[in-house]
């Protein structure tokens, strides 16, 4: 079974730009979940997506944005980017209500 | 607020010695417990997790400890090996929101 995937891998925009990210879960996952990760920060939750809702939010401002497809693949969308946003976004899926959720390698963003 | 807390950044062990990972949770309604491991330029792999209706939860060389009285778990590593070199996050499940809460990480290192 293929693992969580996410595209592309590493991207460099510069300030003021926006950006789109993909996942696509694992089959049969219809729960999809984005995290940033920082060096000073560590894991943080952005939002979780079911059945093409929007079920959870973290603590991000609304510059940050996703949706979720029938399929259950997900995009994640960055308006208006601050250097600040530098960061590896990781997607993370799940099944069900099962607690253990599975991570894709993540995009590495640049913001310059 | 930090919910999720791993207070050492680092540690060394010696190959076939006991890695003993620490980490402190403060959100008593936390219930479901899971360590993650990740390679640099990879996202977090699933290793074990623990209910909070257990102490503890064994698979192979990789055991977790539940103390719920002084909100802590500890994961330990026997024998510890090179290839366990890599950055170990401790998360929660449960709370107000249904996503995974995640200390900030600690770096193993394994020596031969």
């Known amino acids: 079974k293929a693992g969580v995937t996410q595209t592309p891998r590493y991207l460099i925009k510069t300030r003021g730009q926006q950006v789109t990210l993909s996942c696509s879960p694992i089959?049969?996952?219809?729960?999809v979940s984005w995290y940033q990760q920082t060096p000073g920060q560590g894991l943080q939750f952005l939002f979780e997506y079911f059945s093409e809702t929007q079920r959870n939010k973290g603590n991000f401002p609304g510059r940050f944005s996703g949706r979720q497809f029938s399929n259950s693949r997900s995009e994640m969308n960055v308006s208006t980017l601050e250097l600040g946003d530098s960061a590896l976004y990781l997607c993370a899926s799940r099944a069900g209500q099962e607690n253990i959720q599975y991570f894709g390698a993540g995009t590495r963003l640049s913001v310059l | 607020d930090q919910q999720v807390k791993q207070n050492s950044p680092s540690l060394s062990v010696q190959e076939g010695r006991i890695s003993i990972l620490n980490c402190d949770y403060t959100n008593s309604m936390f219930d479901y417990f899971l360590w993650y491991k990740k390679y640099p330029a990879e996202g977090p792999t699933f290793l074990i997790s623990?209910?909070?209706?257990?102490d503890k939860n064994e698979d192979g060389r990789f055991t977790v400890f539940l103390n719920k009285s002084a909100k802590h778990l500890s994961l330990h590593i026997v024998p510890s090996q090179p290839g366990d070199s890599a950055v170990y996050f401790c998360?929660?499940?449960?709370?107000?929101?249904?996503?995974?809460?995640f200390g900030k990480g600690t770096k193993l290192s394994v020596k031969p």
């Open positions: 998360a929660a499940f449960g709370g107000s929101q249904g996503n995974l809460i």
């Open positions: 089959s049969g996952h219809r729960s």
């Open positions: 623990i209910s909070s209706i257990k």
